[in-house]
């Protein structure tokens, strides 16, 4: 299966969340027992839900946290236990997904979007201690802290490519693709930036994660490029 279609794509995804009826669910089944690349579009659209609901689960848990003030939780521990108490309901009531249901743009971000791994410590662009200890931090996913200590390190060196392009990827490591388009963007168009290609790219994903097709569809990318072929790709699932 080299393309998929968006009907086979809209059935898998009502087969995955068990809303085909019963003689179509049948004949879909029927179909999966002897097409391998089937299968495989399912186990992945499988685990692209899960990530997402999973990446749902967390955003809703610390946006639970964040409310516990010293002071609150002193004095509204109740409404807190029956916050994380209703978390866990939705959780084993099977009703996650229908309460964080992704858009179709966030589940294409998710089955493209491998996050940077960050350069190895000893082949930094600088010796400095505070650079290796922030892409610690950026490795370690402690994205709020690199993000900190990068954008430190940037005061000083304001025209660096590699500290906008990891504060870029960590604040799109974050969730907070708004954030990171621009300073990705910035680091896109250094045409002599080592890391202007795959800035150009995650600032694409960026894009499409925060549902900005018109932005998507601007950014070029030069010919023969690999990340052009999967953007194309990206807008092609992306209806």
């Known amino acids: 299966m080299s393309a998929l279609d968006k009907p086979t794509f809209e059935q898998i995804e009502a087969y995955v969340?068990?809303?085909?009826?019963?003689?179509?669910?049948?004949?879909?089944?029927?179909?999966?027992?002897?097409?391998?690349?089937l299968r495989a579009e399912v186990k992945l659209?499988?685990?692209?839900?899960?990530?997402?609901?999973?990446?749902?689960?967390?955003?809703?848990?610390?946006?639970?946290?964040?409310?516990?003030?010293?002071?609150?939780?002193?004095?509204?521990?109740?409404t807190t236990w029956l916050k994380y108490a209703a978390v866990v309901a939705v959780l084993l009531g099977g009703a996650l997904w229908f309460t964080l249901r992704p858009s179709t743009n966030e589940r294409v971000f998710a089955a493209h979007?491998?996050?940077?791994p960050g350069l190895p410590v000893a082949m930094g662009t600088t010796d400095s201690h505070?650079?290796?200890?922030?892409?610690?931090?950026?490795?370690?996913?402690?994205?709020?802290?690199?993000?900190?200590?990068f954008t430190?390190?940037?005061?000083?060196?304001?025209?660096?490519?590699?500290?906008?392009y990891y504060?870029?990827?960590?604040?799109?490591?974050a969730g907070r693709p708004e954030r990171a388009a621009p300073m990705l963007m910035a680091v896109a168009e250094?045409?002599?930036?080592?890391?202007?290609?795959?800035?150009?790219?995650?600032?694409?994903?960026?894009?499409?994660?925060?549902?900005?097709?018109?932005?998507a569809e601007a950014i070029r990318f030069d010919a023969g490029d690999p990340y052009g072929m999967k953007a194309k790709a990206v807008l092609s699932e992306w209806e």
């Open 17 to 37: 969340l068990d809303r085909l009826g019963a003689d179509e669910r049948l004949a879909f089944e029927q179909r999966l027992a002897t097409d391998h690349a």
């Open 45 to 78: 659209e499988r685990e692209n839900i899960l990530a997402i609901e999973l990446g749902g689960m967390e955003r809703m848990l610390t946006e639970v946290r964040g409310e516990q003030t010293p002071q609150r939780r002193q004095s509204g521990g109740w």
């Open 113 to 116: 979007f491998t996050p940077d």
């Open 130 to 149: 505070a650079f290796n200890d922030a892409m610690v931090a950026y490795k370690l996913g402690d994205h709020d802290e690199a993000i900190g200590k």
């Open 152 to 164: 430190t390190l940037l005061q000083d060196d304001p025209a660096s490519d590699t500290l906008r």
């Open 167 to 173: 504060i870029g990827c960590a604040e799109l490591n």
């Open 190 to 215: 250094q045409a002599n930036s080592v890391f202007a290609g795959k800035a150009r790219w995650y600032a694409f994903l960026a894009m499409v994660r925060s549902g900005d097709r018109t932005g």
